[in-house]
């Protein structure tokens, strides 16, 4: 089956800086990337996605690459704000498969 | 537009007791999911339903039950409970399955003692 790593597991950076996580993914059948966020008591909710066909996606401050060859996908948070405070997970699957998830990256913005 | 909704939010059980955490969804979405988190194992999938009257296990399915007998509502029912459950469970919903957007519940936090 498919496996997702993702680091760093804490990523701490001041506010305006930028902050970047990498997962790597291991079955190349995998053709979609999405990425959560999650706040402190809340569910998972989807910040942007990217589908095999394309390399690069941006939406305002948030981008993500990816790198099938290399089976990697990073995502990019730029001009970080304390609201950007979160956890963020990444993930890959296919359809008719199983969507498996990074273990998680913990983003402090500091003031 | 309520979207995903899970009851309870918390909930403590005794070693051996069983529960039914309920999911529901407002929006039609066919393809519906159950998952743990853990600290540092990200979201783990436990069972899912591709549709009514059909359900699926996933990376960690023992323990656990599940059945899809509405489009709307999805429970995830735990046999004889264990403290290795103690997790918080996630309720998802998708329109078109693992390769469109997941609408996430609000998490139920379950203890096991």
């Known amino acids: 089956g498919e496996n997702v790593e993702q680091h760093p597991s804490t990523l701490s950076v001041q506010e305006g800086d930028s902050a970047v996580i990498k997962c790597t993914y291991s079955d190349s059948a995998s053709n979609y990337f999405p990425w959560y966020k999650q706040e402190l008591g809340k569910g998972p909710q989807l910040i942007i996605d990217?589908?095999?066909?394309?390399g690069e996606k941006k939406d305002q401050r948030i981008a993500v690459t990816l790198n099938k060859t290399a089976k990697h996908f990073s995502l990019h948070i730029t001009e970080t704000q304390p609201e950007d405070s979160a956890v963020y997970f990444c993930?890959?699957?296919?359809?008719?498969?199983?969507?498996?998830f990074g273990g998680g990256t913990r983003v402090l913005v500091k003031p | 537009n309520a979207g995903v909704t899970q009851t309870p939010k918390f909930q403590v059980l005794k070693t051996g007791q069983s529960m039914t955490l309920q999911c529901a969804q407002d929006m039609n979405h066919e393809y519906m999911s159950w998952y743990r988190q853990d600290p540092g194992m990200g979201l783990r999938l436990i069972h899912y339903?591709?549709?009514?009257?059909?359900?699926d296990q996933g990376e960690v399915p023992n323990g656990y039950n599940v059945s899809r007998s509405t489009t709307e509502d999805f429970p995830l029912r735990l046999l004889s409970a264990a403290p290795s459950q103690t997790s918080v469970y996630f309720c998802?919903?998708?329109?078109?399955?693992?390769?469109?957007?997941?609408?996430f519940g609000q998490g139920t936090r379950l203890t096991v003692v």
């Open positions: 990217i589908r095999s066909n394309v």
């Open positions: 339903s591709v549709g009514a009257g059909i359900t």
């Open positions: 993930a890959a699957g296919a359809a008719g498969n199983k969507l498996t």
């Open positions: 998802a919903s998708s329109f078109g399955g693992v390769n469109t957007e997941a609408f």
